[in-house]
């Protein structure tokens, strides 16, 4: 197995928060890194992404450095979490993918009042 990616989510978001628990007690989420961006420092975000960028949205930092946010980082976790692994597949296809981020970006929108 190779080195882990890292999972970047608002701790401060009860839904988020929630959903992260969830991914944690399946199989497959030893695979990933979770920071609470909440409660980490500025180094534990490493380059190329700031507090403000990780607390706007979902990002995963994949073992080679690149990161992907919204509903990319949600495919990349679904497919590395037992069980919901149909669920990356499916937003591989490209009108489901662009569909999927549509719908984050509006529930984005009504987390605001969740916080």
């Known amino acids: 197995m190779g080195d882990p990616s890292t999972v970047y989510y608002d701790g401060g978001c009860p839904v988020c928060s929630r959903e992260v628990q969830f991914y944690q007690g399946c199989g497959g989420s030893a695979s990933f890194v979770w920071v609470d961006v909440t409660q980490a420092d500025e180094?534990?975000?490493?380059?190329?992404?700031?507090?403000?960028?990780a607390?706007?949205?979902?990002?995963?930092?994949?073992?080679?450095?690149?990161?992907?946010?919204?509903?990319?980082?949600f495919a990349e976790?679904?497919?590395?979490?037992?069980?919901?692994?149909?669920?990356?597949?499916l937003l591989a296809i490209p009108p489901v993918g662009a569909l999927a981020e549509v719908s984050?970006?509006?529930?984005?929108?009504?987390?605001?009042?969740?916080?």
């Open 77 to 89: 976790i679904w497919w590395g979490i037992h069980g919901l692994r149909w669920l990356g597949w």
């Open 104 to 115: 984050y970006r509006v529930f984005l929108r009504m987390r605001r009042l969740w916080r």
């Open 43 to 53: 180094a534990a975000l490493g380059s190329g992404l700031t507090r403000d960028a």
């Open 55 to 73: 607390l706007a949205r979902m990002h995963l930092r994949r073992a080679d450095g690149t990161i992907v946010s919204g509903a990319a980082a």
